[in-house]
């Protein structure tokens, strides 16, 4: 079985500032990790995943994410982050050998203030 | 629009009504999830299918819950005789295909308050 924990629920951060949102997963199997993003009325959105590779990836609006195998961990980084950035951001994962059935954490929100 | 289409958006039920969520998947995309998020939680798996086989459903949470997807596109959950604990917002998503690594595509949900 896996599961995933978001340590913050919340993260008020300035506008140009650095935020990090961790993120750390449990599983007896190899799995494939995610990041998606959940603006204001609208639906999940992927915003970045790992497969295999290189462990640091990168999303086209600025968010990078490292995966992390010795420590569980799949913390999200963006250096300077914008007012737009202000959302709920998931992190999941899905076994690796399966189907894509996500296992995701409790959500950590985002709020950016200016 | 080519995304996964939710309906209702939001739906009102008494206790004790059953109510009807629908799903309209990506045309062409094989594998269709639902997940309930409860308030202030993440998505929680309920069920998938491939094509119209229901391939899963370990996380449909008792038997009131039911999934089908006839046709292999549009899909339906079904929830009997709504309880208030049944009040969350119920997600679609779908995917090309069935691989872990494969991108699930998220409909806006349906709301469900049972009053």
Redesign the interface.
């Known amino acids: 079985a896996q599961s995933v924990t978001q340590l913050d629920s919340q993260v008020p951060v300035f506008e140009e500032a650095p935020v990090e949102l961790r993120c750390n997963y449990s599983s007896s199997v190899s799995v494939y990790l995610f990041w998606y993003v959940q603006y204001p009325n609208q639906g999940l959105q992927l915003l970045l995943k790992y497969l295999s590779g290189s462990t640091l990836v990168e999303s086209i609006n600025g968010f990078e994410a490292e995966f992390n195998k010795s420590q569980t961990s799949f913390h999200l980084r963006k250096p300077s982050v914008h007012i737009s950035d202000t959302a709920e951001y998931f992190c999941a994962v899905s076994p690796s050998g399966g189907y894509n059935k996500l296992i995701f954490g409790a959500g950590t929100r985002l709020a950016v203030h200016p | 629009g080519a995304?996964?289409s939710q309906s209702p958006r939001y739906k009102v039920a008494k206790r004790g009504q059953d109510v009807a969520l629908r799903c309209d998947p990506i045309s062409g995309h094989v594998?269709l999830?639902w997940?309930q998020q409860a308030l202030?939680?993440?998505?929680?798996?309920l069920t998938?299918f491939?094509n119209e086989a229901q391939?899963?459903k370990s996380g449909l949470p008792s038997d009131r819950f039911f999934a089908e997807r006839p046709e292999g596109s549009v899909s339906t959950l079904k929830i009997q005789r709504t309880q208030q604990e049944d009040s969350a917002v119920y997600?679609c998503?779908s995917?090309l295909v069935?691989?872990?690594?494969?991108?699930?595509f998220?409909?806006?949900?349906t709301r469900l308050t049972v009053v």
């Open positions: 995304g996964v594998s999830f997940y202030g939680q993440g998505p929680e798996f998938y491939q391939l899963d997600l998503a995917s069935g691989g872990g690594n494969t991108e699930a998220f409909g806006q949900g």
